[in-house]
């Protein structure tokens, strides 16, 4: 049984959860499994993590703010502090012995985040599931199924028992993400060693709005495009699929 130790850090004027799961052998690379904006670590990123330790990798789960054990609601959630979330992990991660390198494996708003943060000489390579490209557009798209009230917009998906609160965020959110939209497509062009997927039937990061044709058309090689048929957001069906060719992947750069 893998070794478990929990922590917070503290981040964004919060405390957020971070959990390392350590392999049989130590030193080891370590591996981000960083959840979306409404997701969490049941099911497919749990399955995510327990297959890097079964591999040989430090597995590091964090809960981002207004997450699960992560101090604050989801209503307060900003991007600007999710990126900062991202970053302490990066920077907790290297101050840790027995890490050799740093992956990063990035789901959906998680994936965009990453690359808004750019690359780091110490994270060797990424695997990317379904991040949007068009940062504002694909967010704001939730604004128009959504109840508004005030100064929020409420959206059934965002009411789960991780995301504590009412289910809702500030109307403001979106307006934030406008000022990321080019740098993260700019960004893009900078990352390198990636591996990215998407499901031909995603519901959230839909395939005929472009998301995968500018992820391939504007990362630098060595790159590895992948698109699965069917599936959705979450690549149902094709979850093991999606987690062993990411492990490969990994495995060129951080062993």
Do not use: C
């Not at 998680?110 to 110490?122: H, T, Y």
């Not at 998906?157 to 000022?179: D, I, W």
């Not at 992820?215 to 495009?225: C, L």
């Amino acid at each position: 049984m893998s070794k478990i130790k929990k922590v917070f850090i503290q981040s964004a004027n919060k405390k957020i959860y971070v959990e390392l799961g350590y392999p049989k052998k130590i030193p080891a690379p370590a591996v981000v499994v960083a959840h979306g904006l409404r997701s969490y670590y049941t099911g497919f990123l749990n399955m995510f993590a327990k297959s890097l330790r079964e591999n040989g990798y430090i597995s590091v789960k964090f809960h981002f703010l207004g997450t699960g054990k992560s101090e604050g609601l989801f209503e307060e959630k900003s991007s600007s502090d999710m990126l900062q979330n991202y970053q302490d992990i990066i920077s907790f991660l290297k101050k840790q012995p027995k890490i050799s390198k740093i992956g990063v494996v990035g789901r959906s708003n998680a994936g965009s985040l990453a690359i808004l943060a750019g690359p780091d000489p110490s994270i060797k390579a990424y695997a990317f599931l379904a991040p949007p490209a068009y940062y504002s557009k694909t967010v704001g798209k939730f604004i128009q199924n959504a109840k508004v009230k005030g100064k929020f917009f409420y959206h059934k998906s965002f009411k789960r028992l991780h995301t504590k609160g009412e289910g809702r965020l500030p109307l403001n959110f979106v307006e934030e993400l406008k000022k990321y939209d080019q740098q993260l497509l700019d960004n893009t062009k900078k990352m390198k060693n990636v591996i990215l997927f998407q499901s031909t039937a995603d519901e959230t990061v839909l395939i005929n709005e472009g998301h995968f044709d500018y992820w391939k058309e504007n990362f630098p090689k060595p790159k590895k495009m992948v698109l699965v048929k069917g599936g959705n957001h979450s690549f149902k069906g094709h979850k093991k699929y999606v987690i062993n060719e990411s492990i490969k992947w990994l495995d060129r750069f951080l062993k």
